[in-house]
């Protein structure tokens, strides 16, 4: 349950959503607001990220008739998630950040 998981940009913003607070609950058009995604790309990403279990995911308890809108599918990151996400934003802000320019000395 815990496969690797293969960090594109738009997995990054997904995760970085996630991060901004580990403890709020997130919906698809909550997350689609944060990263700009479009539900094409964000929901296989989500799929992608519950089953290599970085995230865990729950259904609104709500009566869709009362509430006026159907019930909502929450998405939050396990503690193993945590870990993987941050260790993997790390990595990616290693690898992309600028290489020093070394000028010679003539």
Request: glycine share 6%; hydrophobic share 45%; aromatic share 8%.
């Amino acid at each position: 349950m815990t496969d690797d998981v293969r960090l594109t940009v738009p997995v990054a913003k997904v995760l970085a959503a996630f991060l901004a607070d580990v403890e709020v609950e997130r919906y698809g058009l909550d997350l689609m607001h944060q990263t700009g995604l479009a539900s094409g790309s964000l929901y296989p990403i989500l799929t992608r990220l519950v089953g290599a279990g970085w995230l865990e995911t729950q259904w609104e308890d709500v009566d869709p008739v009362a509430a006026g809108r159907p019930a909502r599918r929450y998405y939050s990151l396990t503690a193993e998630g945590v870990s993987r996400s941050q260790a993997a934003l790390r990595a990616l802000r290693q690898d992309t950040s600028p290489v020093p320019v070394v000028r010679p000395a003539w």
